[in-house]
T-cell receptor, first 110, second 112 residues
Framework: DVKVTQSSRYLVKRTGEKVFLECVQDMDHENMFWYRQDPGLGLRLIYFSYDVKMKEKGDIPEGYSVSREKKERFSLILESASTNQTSMYLC?????????FGPGTRLTVL | AQSVTQLDSHVSVSEGTPVLLRCNYSSSYSPSLFWYVQHPNKGLQLLLKYTSAATLVKGINGFEAEFKKSETSFHLTKPSAHMSDAAEYFCVVSVNDYKLSFGAGTTVTVRA
């Protein structure tokens, strides 16, 4: 079975903290994605990666960075967390045109 | 640019009655379209996808969707709702080989 895991289900951080969200897939997929999900807005793409050490900005990259040192792992970094980054974060990886999603991390920034 | 619009933010149905979730798309070419479902506290799961083969697409859990080019629609239906169908549903269009564009989502409530 396909598996995408995320390091935390719930996370609470303070404004200004550096935050790391980790995502691991066990399917040897080339492409991995980070989205944020907000009510009434659907999913919006933050960054994606199509290979190790390769990354591309999505639709809302401001305030975020990413790291992909190994094929199976894709990290999302909030350099200095702000309250407007409180959201649900979803990671996905792709086989052909189907994306497989992790369970999500609900991040609250106080 | 490719995009989708989900016409209902909430749909409430009684158990055993039909479900209809409406989605219109905008695309400059024949798109790949998807429906994903998200149950509470779970990740998104693919229900079905259209990739220019048959216009009526059958998915998991009794759902199906019909691609209508003349109406630029890709509505999702199920003949008889079950309590387990209570979830959020997303209509999605493929932008390119890498990117998907998601609708805002439709929350389905099923009444006993």
């Amino acid at each position: 079975d396909v598996k995408v895991t995320q390091s935390s289900r719930y996370l609470v951080k303070r404004t200004g903290e550096k935050v790391f969200l980790e995502c691991v897939q066990d399917m040897d997929h080339e492409n991995m994605f980070w989205y944020r999900q907000d009510p009434g807005l659907g999913l919006r793409l933050i960054y994606f990666s199509y290979d190790v050490k390769m990354k591309e900005k999505g639709d809302i990259p401001e305030g975020y960075s990413v790291s992909r040192e190994k094929k199976e792992r894709f990290s999302l970094i909030l350099e200095s967390a702000s309250t407007n980054q409180t959201s649900m974060y979803l990671c996905a990886s792709t086989l052909m045109d189907e994306q497989f999603f992790g369970p999500g991390t609900r991040l609250t920034v106080l | 640019a490719q995009s989708v619009t989900q016409l209902d933010s909430h749909v409430s149905v009684s158990e055993g009655t039909p479900v209809l979730l409406r989605c219109n798309y905008s695309s400059s070419y024949s798109p790949s379209l998807f429906w994903y479902v998200q149950h509470p506290n779970k990740g998104l799961q693919l229900l079905l996808k259209y990739t220019s083969a048959a216009t009526l697409v059958k998915g998991i859990n009794g759902f199906e969707a019909e691609f209508k080019k003349s109406e630029t629609s890709f509505h999702l239906t199920k003949p008889s709702a079950h309590m387990s169908d209570a979830a959020e549903y997303f209509c999605v269009v493929s932008v390119n080989d890498y990117k998907l564009s998601f609708g805002a989502g439709t929350t389905v409530t099923v009444r006993a």
